[in-house]
């Protein structure tokens, strides 16, 4: 069974531009997850998606959001960028809500100059 | 000072013995807790889980143990080889928490030869 993908893996861009970032999650999961892993603060909590629906919000500003499609894969998109948004943005997916077993994907690498 | 990054605690092991990574959590809610293993440039890989109601939980060459007196979690890995070399996070998640993971700042596992 193939493993949760995210493209693109990396990505360049410069301050005030958007960007959206996609994950599939494993075949059969249904809910995904979105982190931010940043040198500085680490790995933090974006956002839950189970069908369809934004289950469980981190603290991050309004410039961060995201979505999820019927067939459960997710895209998360940042406006407005700031240099402080570089940093590697992890999906994660599992079966169902609720304290399941989250598998992660590679990753997207952003790069905000 | 304005912080550059996350201070890594790094354990040094020589291949062939047991390690084991010391996690102390805060939130007395938390009851599923998880270890991931990251390697450079990939995502989370998860190692093992554990809930509340248990103390102990084996896995292959893996043991996970929880105190919950004391808020604290710990992963040894038996007969460590050059592969486990990884920074290791411990995770927890409360019940009602869905599947919003607070990690730990991670620790550097260093397999000497």
């Known amino acids: 069974k193939a493993g949760v993908t995210q493209t693109p893996r990396y990505l360049i861009k410069t301050r005030g531009q958007q960007v959206t970032l996609s994950c599939s999650p494993i075949s059969g999961h249904r809910s995904v997850s979105w982190y931010q892993q940043t040198p500085g603060q680490g790995l933090q909590f974006l956002f839950e998606?189970?069908?369809?629906?934004?289950?469980n919000k981190g603290n991050f500003p309004g410039r961060f959001s995201g979505r999820q499609f019927s067939n459960s894969r997710s895209e998360m998109n940042v406006s407005t960028l700031e240099l402080g948004d570089s940093a590697l943005y992890l999906c994660?997916?599992?079966?169902?809500?609720?304290?399941?077993?989250?598998?992660f994907g590679p990753g997207t690498r952003l790069l905000v100059l | 000072g304005e912080s550059v990054g996350l201070h890594l605690p790094t354990l040094s092991v020589q291949e062939g013995d047991n390690s084991i990574i010391n996690c102390a959590y805060s939130n007395s809610a938390s009851d599923y807790f998880i270890w991931y293993k990251q390697e450079s440039g990939k995502g989370p890989q998860f190692i093992i889980d554990?809930?509340?109601?248990?103390d102990k939980r084996q896995g292959q060459r893996v043991t996970v143990l929880l105190n919950k007196t004391v808020k604290h979690l710990s992963l040894q890995i038996a007969a460590t080889q050059p592969g486990d070399s990884a920074v290791y996070f411990c995770?927890?998640?409360?019940?009602?928490?869905?599947?919003?993971?607070?990690f730990g700042t991670g620790t550097q596992l260093k397999v000497e030869l």
């Open positions: 998606y189970f069908s369809e629906t934004q289950r």
């Open positions: 995770a927890e998640t409360p019940s009602g928490g869905g599947n919003k993971l607070t």
């Open positions: 554990i809930r509340s109601n248990m």
């Open positions: 994660a997916s599992s079966v169902g809500q609720g304290q399941q077993t989250q598998y």
